[in-house]
């Protein structure tokens, strides 16, 4: 046997992650499910809890654990905007400072407890998680959807979705152009990434069984804005009628080999159905959209992480995704240009999202 015809066996690579989460903006889930009642959240290796201040409405979210004796916070009670450990009653401050103990003359300095920056928008609650316990990067604020305050459209419909893998698993999906036939049974007509900054991009023209009808083609327009804040825009046709859509497809780490996704559809409201008949879509396309979601988690739950996978001259820029995310991950002033500079990479070349869209009005104005 000639030495060019040994072929050794590739070694998958799966690297060990470092206790560590992305710096940016996550999604608690709808901003009206938190209230007055202290609400349990386990992420980011930890317990937080989250409540709804009486004098000032606002949300906040504390460090679970009390530094007096390590009773759990997300067990006590609001009052004011402070919250009382159910063990000692120590009062703390919704900046985490405590503010109040009902049997000491002196607080102790070192009785502070880490508050979590908070954000209210677009009917959610997001928490800033940070690794270098800095103020969040103001260009890295989700942008305001005018779509979820004009009326127009149906509120979030929200599922929680627990899945057991590391985060980064979600994220490759988004040049992940060659799993689409295999998982979800849909043809790709066209299919581009782009990235700038926090933002990454991916755009696809295609067919689904599921999300769509006929000849009309689906479009979708996916954009992570930061490590876990995602928002899809699809349109497609549905009982004959077309529908677009905005998915919210975000994700908190539990851990370093867990995640949640908040898993959120809005639906534009068809002005000729009723209210009831448009929450009847939408509920609709929420099943049918979970449901091609589970292909996924079918596969990553049966997976192993991949760190240096053989990729073939089709498939999307998958290195390209998780250079972009690694920057995440990385100090403030560590991150390289070249993980944030702008770029585009094409996969499959065919109509663009604009152009379907736009044949899409023509056609419609026509009939
Ligand atoms: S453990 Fe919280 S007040 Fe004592
Ligand atoms: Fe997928």
Known sequence: MTAAAKREP???????????????WHVLGKADSFSAEPQMLEYFGTRL???RGEDDGEIHV?????????ADLSKGCVKGNS??????AWSWGADGVCDDI?????IPDKAVIKSWPTLEKNGLLFVWNDHENGEPIPEQEPSRSEDYYSGEWTDWVMNRIPIKTH???LVDNMCDMAHF????YSTVKSF??????HVFVQYMVGGHEILTEGDCPMTSVATYEGPAYMTTTMTGMMDGQPVTTHLLVSHVPVNTGEFDINFGVMMKKNPNLTDKQNQAMVDEYTQSSIESFQQDIEIWDNKVLNDNPVLCDGDGPINMVRKWYSQFYMDRDSIPARLTEHKTHITVEGPTVAEVLTQMLEKSTAA
Do not use: T
């Open 10 to 24: 590739y070694k998958i690579i799966k690297k060990e992650w470092p206790e560590r989460y992305a710096r940016g």
């Open 49 to 51: 809890v989250a409540y």
């Open 62 to 70: 504390l460090d679970a654990y009390c530094p007096h004796m390590g």
């Open 83 to 88: 919250l009382l450990c159910p063990f000692h």
């Open 102 to 106: 009902p049997y000491a003359k002196k």
């Open 167 to 169: 985060c980064r698993e």
């Open 181 to 184: 036939g295999p998982v979800h």
């Open 192 to 197: 581009s990434n782009e990235q700038d900054g």
